[in-house]
C-alpha cells in the first residue's frame, strides 16, 4: 500500500510538523519506501502471540507516597523561550 | 601519545600509586582532543580549564589522603545526550541548542561521585537517530582509522574518541545499535547492557522501551570499570532493576571454562562482507582453541527485526519527541514573524475567496508549535516522528504498532530458545567495515538496514558486547559481537576480557594518532 501526499500532509499536522513542498513530496516518497519494507512483518502469523510492549514485564513499580524535593519555579522556567518569571507564555489563540 | 596509551585499568593504578597525576592524564587528552580533533571531530564540546579544576581538585584530595571514588581522576567522555546540570546539552539537534539542563542525569551524578573528570561532550546522530552521526545537527565526525569514512552511530563521537585516545573511557547509548556499531567501526570495545541495568534517568528519551546506557573503551575490563559505576537501581527510573551489581572488575579476568558459543545461522547468510566473515570465524576459532564448543543455532524471526524495529521506535519517539513544543524549554521559532506570516496567509486566502482554507489554517499556538519544530529538527528525525504518528494514528495502530509488539515477543522468544543450548551468541555487528561519509545519506532505508544484527537485542532487552577481531585488508576494524541472556553482562565482559588475552587486536592504535 503507498501513502498518498494528501495522508502525509495531515500526518504532518498531527505530528506537529510544517513541512515545505519539497519536504512533503520527499516524505511522501521515503515514507512509502519504509512503510512497503515493515509490512513484511503481515507474512507473519501472530494470531496468538501477547504484544510485548516492554523489555522487562514489570508494572505497578510503587513509589513511597511522600514529599519529595522537587524543581525550583525559576529552574523550571530558565529554560524556556518565553516566560514572565511565573508562566510560560505562547502566542495568544483567542480574541481573534 | 605517552600516557595514553595505557588502559583506564592501568591509568587507575598508576594514578592511585602517585605515579601519574590526573592533571597530566587529563592535559595528555586534552592535548591529543587540541592536536586531533580538528579531523576527528569527536567532541561537540570541551571544556580544558573545568576538566583541569577538577583533575587539581582530585589530586590535591589524594595527596591530603581524603577518601577518592571508584574512578578518581580518569577523564570520561560523556555522549551529548546525557544531561548534565547548567551545561549544554544538544543532542545534536538545533532544538536544544541553548538547553542548559537543570539537574544531573543519574549516570552523569554517579560519574561525578565516583571522582571521575568528565572532558566533554562527544557528538551523535541527532537523538540518537542514525547509524553514522552524519545526522548531527553541528558537525560529522570522521573514523579514526580512514578520515573519509563514518565512525558509525549513533555513539559516533564516544566511539571516535576512544579509539583516537582522546579518552580512555566514554559513554554512549544504544537504542538499536547505537554502542556496539561504533564500537565495532571504530575498533574498540563496547557494552550494551541488558535493559533496567542502567537507569536512564536524564538521558534524553529516544524509544524508552529500547535506549540502554553502556560504556565504551578500550578493553574489557575497562568496559567492566566503567559499568560497575553506571549500573545499578534508581528510584528516579522505574524501570531500572533493583538487582545487586555484580563486581565486574573482580570476575572479568576469570576465564569461561568450556563455555558454549551459538553461532546464528542466518548471520552468515548474503549481503556479508567476506573479509568480515572471516574475521569473525577466526575469532570463533580462538574461542575453540580456548575450549568453548561451537553449535549453530536459529534465530528464524531476526529477518524481522529490522521492520519491527522501525516500526517500535519511531512510534515511541514520536511520542517522546512531543515534549519538544516551543513552550518549556528548547528553540521557538520567531514569533514576531510567524504570526505576521500567518496574517499575510489569511489576506492572501480571503482575497482569494478561500474561506474553507481560511478555516483550516493553524491557529497561532498550534503554528508556532508546528514552525519552531519544522525548523528545530533535522530530516532523520522529522522522518521518524512522522513515521511513527502515521503507525500509531487511528485504522493504522493494529497493523504496524500491535503488530511488531507481538513480533518483538516473537524475537525474544527465539533468543529464549536459542539460550537453551549455549551461553553466548557469536557474530558479527554489522554487514561491512565502515562506509565513505555521504555513501547512505540519501537512502534512509539502506542506512536502516546497517542495523540487522545488533537491533534485535534491544527489542529482545538483553545485553550484547563488541569489540575488535581483526582489520580488513585497508586497515579497517572489524568487530565480533557477543549476545548473553539478561543480566548476564558479566559472562559478556569475561568472555570479551578472555579473547583479549589472547590476541592483541584491541591494543592497535589508529595510524592517525600513532604519529
Known amino acids: ?96 | 601519545m605517552s600516557v595514553l596509551r595505557h588502559s583506564a585499568t592501568e591509568l587507575l593504578a598508576q594514578l592511585s600509586a602517585g605515579e601519574i597525576t590526573s592533571v597530566e592524564l587529563t592535559g595528555a587528552c586534552l592535548e591529543q582532543i587540541r592536536k586531533h580533533d580538528g579531523q576527528v571531530k569527536a567532541f561537540l564540546r570541551v571544556d580544558p580549564e573545568r576538566a583541569l579544576a577538577r583533575a587539581a581538585d582530585i589530586d590535591r584530595r589524594r595527596k591530603e589522603k581524603k577518601p577518592l571514588g571508584r574512578l578518581a581522576g580518569l577523564p570520561v567522555a560523556i555522549k551529548d545526550l546525557l544531561c548534565t546540570q547548567g551545561e549544554t546539552t544538544t543532542c545534536a539537534s538545533k532544538i536544544l541548542e541553548n538547553f542548559a539542563p537543570p539537574y544531573d542525569g543519574t549516570v552523569i551524578a554517579r560519574l561525578k561521585a565516583a571522582d571521575a573528570v568528565l572532558v566533554g561532550k562527544t557528538n551523535m546522530d541527532e537523538f540518537a537517530m542514525g547509524g553514522s552521526t552524519e545526522n548531527s545537527a553541528y558537525q560529522k565526525t570522521a573514523n579514526p582509522w580512514d578520515l573519509a569514512r563514518i565512525p558509525g552511530g549513533s555513539s559516533g563521537g564516544s566511539a571516535a574518541c576512544v579509539a583516537a585516545r582522546m579518552a580512555p573511557l566514554s559513554v554512549g547509548s544504544d537504542t538499536g545499535g547505537s554502542i556496539r556499531q561504533p564500537a565495532g567501526l571504530c575498533g574498540v570495545t563496547g557494552l550494551k547492557p541488558t535493559y533496567g541495568r542502567v537507569s536512564r534517568y536524564g538521558l534524553v528519551a529516544f524509544a524508552s522501551s529500547l535506549d540502554q546506557i553502556g560504556p565504551l573503551a578500550r578493553t574489557a575490563e575497562d568496559a567492566a570499570l566503567l559499568l560497575e559505576v553506571l549500573a545499578g537501581h534508581d528510584p528516579m527510573d522505574s524501570t531500572s532493576v533493583d538487582l545487586p551489581v555484580p563486581k565486574y572488575t573482580q570476575t572479568v579476568t576469570q576465564p569461561l571454562e568450556g563455555a558454549r558459543l551459538g553461532l546464528v545461522r542466518e548471520h552468515f547468510g548474503e549481503g556479508l562482507d567476506a573479509e568480515v566473515e572471516s574475521a569473525v570465524r577466526a575469532a570463533v576459532d580462538v574461542y575453540k582453541s580456548l575450549g568453548a564448543t561451537v553449535k549453530d543455532v536459529s534465530l528464524p524471526h531476526g529477518k524481522y527485526a529490522v521492520a519491527t524495529y522501525y516500526i517500535i521506535a519511531p512510534c515511541e519517539a514520536s511520542s517522546n519527541l512531543a515534549r519538544y513544543d516551543g513552550v518549556h524549554y528548547g528553540y521557538r521559532t520567531d514569533e514576531k514573524r510567524m504570526v505576521a506570516d500567518l496574517a499575510q496567509e489569511r489576506a492572501a486566502l480571503t482575497a482569494a475567496g478561500r474561506h474553507a482554507d481560511v478555516e483550516a489554517m493553524d491557529n497561532p499556538l498550534v503554528r508556532m508549535y508546528r514552525q519552531s519544530r519544522a525548523e528545530g529538527f533535522g530530516p532523520e528525525v522529522k522522518r521518524r516522528i512522522m513515521l511513527g504518528t502515521y503507525a500509531l494514528s487511528a485504522g493504522y495502530y493494529d497493523a504496524y504498532y500491535l503488530k511488531a509488539l507481538k513480533v518483538r515477543r516473537l524475537i525474544r522468544r527465539d533468543y529464549d530458545e536459542a539460550f537453551k543450548e549455549v551461553d553466548l551468541i557469536a557474530g558479527p555487528v554489522t554487514t561491512s567495515v565502515a562506509f565513505k561519509l555521504g555513501e547512505k545519506v540519501n537512502d534512509p532505508l539502506a542506512m536502516y538496514l546497517v542495523d540487522l544484527y545488533t537491533v534485535s537485542a534491544n527489542l529482545a532487552g538483553i545485553g550484547g558486547i563488541v569489540f575488535p577481531c581483526g582489520f580488513n585488508t585497508e586497515g579497517l576494524p572489524i568487530g565480533l559481537q557477543l549476545q548473553a541472556p539478561p543480566f548476564e553482562e558479566e559472562r559478556l565482559l569475561r568472555a570479551a576480557h578472555m579473547y583479549q588475552q589472547a590476541t592483541d587486536w584491541h591494543q592497535r592504535c589508529p595510524p592517525l594518532v600513532e604519529g
Do not use: C, W
Open chain 1, 1 to 96: 500500500m503507498s501513502l498518498t501526499r494528501e495522508e502525509v500532509e495531515k500526518v504532518s499536522l498531527l505530528a506537529r510538523l510544517r513541512l515545505s513542498d519539497e519536504e512533503l513530496d520527499l516524505m511522501t516518497a521515503q515514507m512509502g519506501q519504509i512503510v512497503a519494507y515493515v509490512e513484511s512483518l503481515s507474512e507473519l502469523d501472530t494470531e496468538n502471540v501477547e504484544p510485548m510492549a516492554h523489555a522487562l514485564e514489570v508494572s505497578n513499580v510503587f513509589a513511597a507516597d511522600e514529599l519529595g524535593e522537587s524543581l525550583d519555579r525559576q529552574a523550571a522556567l530558565a529554560g524556556a523561550p518565553h516566560h514572565d518569571r511565573e508562566f510560560y507564555l505562547v502566542p495568544a489563540v483567542l480574541g481573534e
